[in-house]
């Protein structure tokens, strides 16, 4: 019974933890199995009974009967003395069984057992998490704002698992209050140590291709595809769907009647400006749409060199290099191309690389940067508007535009 009453009390364990008995005797026999080889040198001797339907567990140690005298491991032997005092009636060469209590292990014995016992039962604990989230990798979850520290936010969820929301993976418009449900793509799950690190993203485009799923029932079903996503998070997404169905409209089904369908992800995001377009092979026609909302004139494409000229109209080229050079650059990762503008009826323009001698790396970088790599492309734009866009001094800025005015004044 004292075997019976130390099961009882690590019962607890089982309780806190959701374990199925059945695991909970597996771990014990696995955590006494080291006891014994720590007090007894080996466990391959010894027995261990368990009956997990009334949670008893006795532990025998086997011993062969030896001439007293001649006993040279007390492990696995046991003088033919000792042996008859426990039955009478055993002789040398016979194979003696005996019960060992826990409680003679000794207290120091115990608590060691006890502490180990905990230890496994965490491992079993956070082995299950880890397996259960690799699963709900690249999945939408929800979880709730339990702690908030300056590089991540720790959000639990209704089981108790803590999740991490980095600050690198929350939109720049994002602010949450404590006890506030927040909603995230399962970006990571690793281990780290014996403990499951899981990381949440609301950057990732993955995340807006769930909320595609979540939201939009077409997609859901698999009638619409979303093909590809690409997005500067909270400031502007483009998002190529497809159909296999010719009387579907995808863009229409995913933006619904003025917007009402694609509002909710609008809103999830922090207001970031969602572009969807209807994917298609045709490259000419697919970087075209890409460069929406700007209107192209014509393009020429190198599909060699994964390059692609637009000309457009004065008036929509700041349309399709977009606020910050958002427009362009969006348009180019879901193509897969590199992608020019020029003003239609210019045809002579300058690489910016090209005045390198006069103009600072550095100062040409921070134009690329939102679009403007030609030197037609900087002389359009407003030198207050530049200011701004590209946190370069007005001094700077209007020098730059003196140099390129001269090229073509020459």
């Not at 700007?294 to 060699?304: D, G, L, P, V, Y």
């Not at 900087?378 to 207050?384: I, S, T």
């Amino acid at each position: 019974m004292e075997n019976l009453a130390l099961i009882d009390s690590f019962s607890e364990f089982k309780d806190d933890k959701l374990i199925d008995r059945v695991t909970l005797m597996a771990i014990l026999e696995e955590v006494f199995r080291s006891t014994l080889k720590r007090r007894f040198g080996s466990d391959d001797n010894f027995d261990i009974i368990i009956n997990p339907d009334k949670g008893d567990l006795e532990i025998w140690r086997n011993r062969v009967v030896v001439a007293d005298g001649e006993v040279e491991d007390d492990n696995e032997e046991i003088s033919l003395t000792n042996a008859r005092k426990i039955e009478e009636d055993f002789e040398v060469g016979e194979d003696v069984s005996e019960e060992v209590k826990l409680f003679d292990l000794g207290r120091r014995s115990i608590l060691a057992l006890r502490q180990n016992l905990i230890s496994k039962i965490h491992e079993h604990d956070n082995t299950n998490i880890y397996k259960q989230f690799k699963e709900l990798e690249g999945q939408l979850y929800t979880a709730e704002v339990h702690h908030i520290r300056h590089r991540a936010i720790i959000l639990l969820d209704d089981d108790g698992n803590e999740i991490i929301l980095p600050k690198d993976r929350q939109i720049p418009s994002d602010f949450f209050r404590k006890g506030e449900n927040v909603r995230g793509v399962i970006e990571s799950v690793e281990l780290k140590g014996n403990k499951p690190s899981i990381v949440m993203s609301r950057t990732s485009p993955l995340f807006l291709e769930k909320l595609f799923e979540s939201e939009i029932p077409e997609v859901f079903d698999g009638l619409i595809t979303v093909k590809k996503v690409v997005r500067i998070p909270g400031e502007k997404a483009k998002v190529a769907v497809d159909s296999y169905d010719d009387r579907i409209d995808p863009v229409g089904a995913c933006v619904g009647m003025k917007g009402s369908r694609i509002h909710g992800i609008v809103r999830e995001l922090g207001n970031e400006n969602i572009d969807v377009i209807n994917y298609t092979t045709n490259l000419n026609l697919y970087i075209t749409r890409a460069l929406s909302p700007a209107r192209i004139t014509s393009i020429k494409i190198n599909e060699e060199n994964k390059t692609a000229q637009a000309v457009l109209k004065p008036e929509e080229v700041s349309k399709a290099i977009g606020r910050g050079g958002h427009n362009i650059r969006l348009a180019g990762q879901l193509t897969g191309y590199e992608i020019d503008v020029y003003r239609e009826g210019v045809e002579e323009d300058v690489e910016l690389t090209e005045f390198s001698d006069e103009i600072e790396a550095w100062v040409i970088e921070a134009f690329a940067k939102i679009g403007l790599d030609t030197a037609r492309s900087v002389l359009e734009q407003d030198a207050e508007d530049l200011v701004r866009r590209t946190d370069l001094e007005e001094e700077t800025v209007l020098d730059v535009m003196r140099i390129l005015k001269a090229e073509f004044e020459e």
